[in-house]
């Protein structure tokens, strides 16, 4: 007989003496644990808490009957195969009988019912459920000790790996540390031995006793990082030598993980990579060597800067002059003997960077500094407005804002590349509008772009010509430089330095008799917004549409400014340039004597060349500050680089205005400070 454990039976009636008779028959049976209810929903919440054997449910019960409870106990998990007899004082007709077949029911059971047979039927069932807990409970032992004999197996393979694996490891030429999942050492292969002099023992938990004292805490670091996080692992290290001589080991680690994919060891190899780190240590002195050299040529470019703007901005001065109606002769051949001997100047100078450009062949170098956008917006338009102003054209320019107040890129580059898309599209375009558009994004993949775009509405491009506009000496077509001129190199050029800063030159658009748009994007950081960005970016907005129109006579009547400039040629071109304005200018031949006459006299505004013998434009400045100075100061140099911007902000200036220096761009200056 099987072991007579207890038997849960549920028993429903919505009767108290249906419930009092089936105690009376079954209550006597020792191992039958009898649990009632008083209604179908009843026994429907007792089924979850029990594991019943069997079911007695009355089929005349009120709201959910016997056949209704037996249906909806068929649908509890566990519950689909249990036997359920229907206790009935009903009749047998046939169909009553196999409505309660169709929701599963066993048997039936009428009322009055014969105790022996009652007894006899959960008997039968009772035992039933008995001997399927016994077949559950040998097919769990069975399951335990097949899982046992699959455990000695893998136990086994792991052994027999393990092995094999100290064998393979000790075979290879590097070095092979194994440590636990929690980055215990456990394993080191002879190549180890050998090297270190030392054995598991000697190491104890850890590998770190063999590295160089130097790399010991940032090694450390990162491999309790590495097995913090499950990542692999990898370091460049010196390792001890028995003899005491440290060399330089690529130590890699990967994780090794179980089918839960827990770590359960680290594997690691050292490779010797002495001789490939004094290679290294080589290539590093020859880059700094060649950095030197980089740095020197930097700052004979800064110099050759100022040797080359100097004299170009005589020449251009004096140049324009030349056409101007109002001066006398004798002015203008003193402008034009100025003009030859700054040409003799010029053609030295490009004469030696001929030479040096055979030198520098091929290289081009981008320089990432912070970029004031709206400067360079304004200095951009500030150049290109002549020549719309030449054509009749409008020049528009609209600052998004979603541009920042600085960003860092190569200030030179793009102002050229700006430059020459605009003169591009002013040169194109014989009447309407030139705009140019900004925006700053970000893209999918973390990038920040400036983007510009300039529109024109010129001859456009015909389609069969797309495919040449961007390749270097090419125009659209013959007829095109007949009639514009120009070298076909701008776009090509613009191009590739835009793909040099992390951008390109686009065509977005074109439709001949139309015009055209292009795309500028540079790739660029953000450099965080100052307070002022808010009052520059609305005083840029009330500039951005400019339709050309002659500065008028006068336009700085009565105004006293004060030059300080030590250079002669240069005194005459400002003087020339403010002949018609109104303006009353006194000179200083040099920073001291500037700085006396400002504090002694009452000027609007001050010119401030920079590079003086003695006392510089800087100290000029920071003394005039320093005395409680307050009327504007405009900074005038030779210097194009954007430090050289920023450091005269900095001492104090007002403005800066770099050589060759804009006749126009001069008068707004000063239009702009003295009102």
């Not at 050289?644 to 770099?658: A, D, S, V, Y």
């Amino acid at each position: 007989m099987l072991n007579r454990r207890t038997i849960d039976i549920l028993i429903a009636d919505d009767r108290e003496d249906g419930l009092i008779a089936l105690e009376a028959v079954l209550g006597d049976e020792k191992n039958y644990r009898l649990v009632k209810a008083r209604s179908g929903r009843e026994a429907l919440e007792l089924v979850p808490e029990y594991d019943f054997a069997m079911l007695l449910l009355d089929v005349q019960m009120p709201e959910m009957d016997g056949v209704q409870t037996a249906d909806a106990i068929r649908r509890v998990p566990g519950y689909e195969a249990v036997p359920i007899l229907f206790v009935t004082a009903i009749n047998k007709d046939e169909q009553h009988v196999y409505r309660g077949y169709e929701v599963g029911a066993v048997d039936y059971i009428f009322k009055p019912f014969d105790p022996i047979i009652l007894k006899s039927k959960v008997a039968f069932f009772a035992e039933l459920h008995r001997r399927k807990i016994m077949i559950m409970e040998q097919a769990q032992k069975l399951s335990e000790a097949e899982q046992r004999t699959r455990e000695l197996q893998i136990q086994k393979i792991e052994i027999e790996n393990q092995r094999r694996y100290h064998n393979l490891a000790d075979a290879i030429p590097h070095m092979v540390v194994k440590a636990n999942g929690d980055g215990e050492v456990d394993y080191l292969n002879q190549q180890w031995t050998a090297y270190t002099g030392l054995g598991l023992e000697a190491m104890g938990r850890g590998w770190f006793r063999a590295l160089h004292p130097d790399d010991r805490e940032r090694v450390v670091t990162e491999w309790r990082f590495a097995v913090a996080q499950g990542r692999a692992f990898e370091a460049e290290a010196r390792l001890r030598r028995h003899d005491g001589v440290h060399r330089w080991h690529l130590v890699k680690s990967e994780p090794e993980m179980n089918a839960a994919g827990k770590i359960v060891a680290w594997l690691s190899t050292c490779t010797d990579i002495e001789d490939r780190k004094r290679f290294e240590e080589e290539l590093v002195d020859a880059r700094q060597a060649a950095e030197a050299a980089n740095n020197a040529k930097t700052h004979f470019l800064a110099n050759m800067s100022h040797e080359i703007r100097t004299p170009l901005n005589a020449v251009m001065g004096f140049s324009a002059l030349l056409t101007d109606s109002d001066i006398s002769l004798a002015d203008k051949m003193k402008s034009v003997t100025i003009v030859q001997r700054n040409c003799q100047q010029l053609l030295r100078i490009v004469d030696e960077l001929l030479d040096l450009s055979k030198v520098e062949a091929g290289e081009l170098s981008v320089e990432k500094i912070e970029t004031p956008v709206i400067e360079l917006l304004q200095e951009v338009k500030t150049v290109m407005l002549a020549q719309a102003v030449k054509k009749g054209i409008a020049l528009s320019m609209t600052l998004s804002s979603s541009v920042p107040a600085k960003i860092v890129t190569d200030f030179t580059r793009l102002r050229q590349i700006l430059l020459n898309i605009i003169g591009n599209a002013i040169k194109f375009t014989n009447e309407g509008t030139v705009t140019v558009g900004t925006r700053f994004y970000t893209d999918m993949g973390g990038k920040s772009y400036m983007e510009f775009s300039v529109s024109d509405t010129g001859i456009g491009i015909e389609e069969g010509s797309l495919h040449k506009i961007f390749k270097p000496f090419s125009q659209a077509d013959s007829t095109t430089t007949r009639l514009f001129g120009g070298t076909g190199l701008g776009l090509a050029l613009s191009r590739r330095l835009a793909r040099a800063m992390g951008g390109d030159v686009t065509l977005a658009r074109s439709q001949p008799g139309v015009g055209s748009m292009f795309v500028v994007s540079i790739e660029a950081e953000v450099v965080p917004e100052s307070s002022w960005y808010t009052k520059a970016r609305e005083d840029f907005a009330l500039e951005a549409a400019v339709i050309a129109q002659d500065m008028e006579s006068d336009c700085l009547a009565g105004k006293r400014i004060l030059l300080v400039e030590d250079a002669e040629d240069n005194q005459v071109l400002i003087q020339f340039f403010l002949n018609h304005t109104g303006a009353i200018l006194e000179i200083a031949q040099n920073g001291e004597e500037g700085i006396d006459k400002a504090l002694h006299n009452d000027y609007e505004a001050v010119l401030m060349d920079i590079q003086m013998p003695l006392v510089d434009g800087y100290q000029a400045t920071s003394r005039l500050r320093a005395a409680g100075y307050d009327k504007p100061i405009i900074a005038l140099t030779a210097h194009a680089l954007q430090e050289q911007r920023e450091k005269c902000m900095e001492t104090g200036c007002n403005g800066h205005l770099t050589k060759p220096i804009s006749r126009r761009l001069l008068i707004e200056s000063l239009m702009r400070v003295t009102n």
